[in-house]
């Protein structure tokens, strides 16, 4: 069963950390591109960050640029989302989210899409 | 003001059709794949549309996406209660180098 299970959310106050993490399972995490997504209570969808299979080139929205810290371990099937100096403003549902994967025979490569989402771990930054 | 424009609501009575378009520039939708979502009331996002305009297996025919330029459009026919959602685009800005959403569209079926 294709699937995603974030962990590590919960109440802190303005200027703390957390770490959220990602578990997948059920399909080959080292082949996909991982995001994060959040939705702050009652708001839309706001895109956080983004990490390549191997790692490097991640890239941030703004509002976390320089706060927050995007890891994975292939071997553990995990991301992580390293959040530093959180403000009331990151209080949100976060999601972990899998880009999709287009393979012909063996050869497999990044694909336009979001096809698998977590369930979401809440974060609530308050004083 | 946002990167991607999306109408906040839309309505129309079963059985009609809608659209919502999810408005760019060359940065974002004028050069990359857009993808839609339906995120339903109290669920996790999920993915409707991708490359533009290709559904995931699962995905009724009724629901299309097309794109033009700078904009992308979402079209859902044959309206249904079940449809009632929000509904949102996301596309890669190269200017940013971020993913950027719309800021999300209310269906209310009549």
């Known amino acids: 069963q294709v699937q995603l299970v974030e962990s590590g959310g919960g109440v802190v106050q303005p200027g703390m950390s957390l770490r959220l993490s990602c578990t997948s399972s059920g399909f080959t995490f080292s082949l996909h591109i991982m995001h994060w997504v959040r939705q702050a209570p009652g708001k839309g969808l706001e895109w956080v960050a983004v990490i390549p299979p191997d790692g490097t080139n991640d890239f941030y929205a703004d509002s976390v640029k320089g706060r927050f810290t995007l890891s994975r371990d292939n071997s553990r099937n995990t991301v992580f989302l390293q959040m530093n100096t959180l403000r009331v403003e990151d209080t949100a549902v976060y999601y972990c989210?899998?880009?999709?994967?287009?393979?012909?025979?063996?050869?497999?490569?990044?694909?336009?899409?979001?096809?698998?989402w977590g369930q979401g771990a809440t974060v609530t930054v308050s004083s | 003001q946002a990167v991607l424009t999306q109408p906040p609501s839309v309505s129309a009575a079963p059985g009609q059709k809608v659209t919502i378009s999810c408005s760019g520039s060359?940065?974002?939708?004028?050069?990359?794949?857009v993808s839609w979502y339906q995120q339903l009331p109290g669920t996790v996002p999920k993915l409707i549309i991708y490359d533009n305009y290709k559904r995931p297996s699962g995905i009724p025919d009724r629901i299309s996406g097309s794109k033009s330029g700078t904009s992308a459009t979402l079209a859902i026919t044959g309206l249904q209660t079940g449809d009632e959602a929000d509904y949102y685009c996301?596309?890669?800005?190269?200017?940013?180098?971020?993913?950027?959403f719309g800021g999300g569209t209310k269906l209310t079926v009549l």
């Open positions: 060359s940065s974002n939708i004028g050069n990359n794949y």
């Open positions: 989210t899998r880009q999709r994967v287009s393979c012909s025979g063996e050869t497999c490569s990044s694909a336009d899409g979001l096809d698998v």
């Open positions: 996301i596309v890669w800005d190269n200017s940013l180098s971020a993913g950027v």
